[in-house]
């Protein structure tokens, strides 16, 4: 069974989201998906609109993925790699030629696919006019 591996915040659920999960899994017949904590995201200084455990369970809730686990710190990577025996990690390629993932080549091999254009979650927020510390889900846009 080959093993695939992704990170990712996946807040605002959208088309691109799925593009990248389906690509990700078409590598391989197991997909694992490190989901960034709300702790996590706070030391990168960024706020999900949905909680860890809304954005699990929407993660969960597709065909493409196996298994959702905590994304703590960006130095798990390599015990990831191990713990879930990893053959391919998966990122955008706005990652690639980065140091936070480069040095995973020596443990699996590493795949970097091209973002669905005009579509990212930057790009909802900013049109729905969403700012980054809203974090009470039934709290309405300004």
Not at 43 to 51: D, Q, R
Not at 83 to 104: K, N, T
Request: hydrophobic fraction near 35%; proline fraction near 2%.
């Amino acid at each position: 069974m080959k093993r695939v591996l992704t990170y990712g915040t996946f807040d605002l659920l959208h088309y691109g989201h799925i593009e990248i999960l389906r690509r990700a899994k078409a590598l391989g017949d197991y997909l694992v998906v490190a989901l960034s904590t709300d702790e996590f995201n706070e030391s990168k200084g960024k706020t999900a609109y949905h909680s860890y455990e809304t954005r699990k369970k929407m993660l969960e809730a597709i065909r493409y993925v196996d298994l959702v686990i905590p994304e703590n710190s960006w130095e798990q990577k390599i015990n990831d790699i191990k713990e879930y025996h990893i053959d391919v990690v998966v990122m955008g390629s706005d990652w690639a030629g980065s140091d936070r993932f480069d040095y995973l080549k020596d443990y699996c091999d590493l795949v970097f696919l091209e973002r669905t254009p005009g579509v990212s979650t930057t790009m909802i927020k900013h049109d729905l006019g969403l700012k980054e510390a809203v974090k009470n889900e039934d709290q309405l846009p300004e």
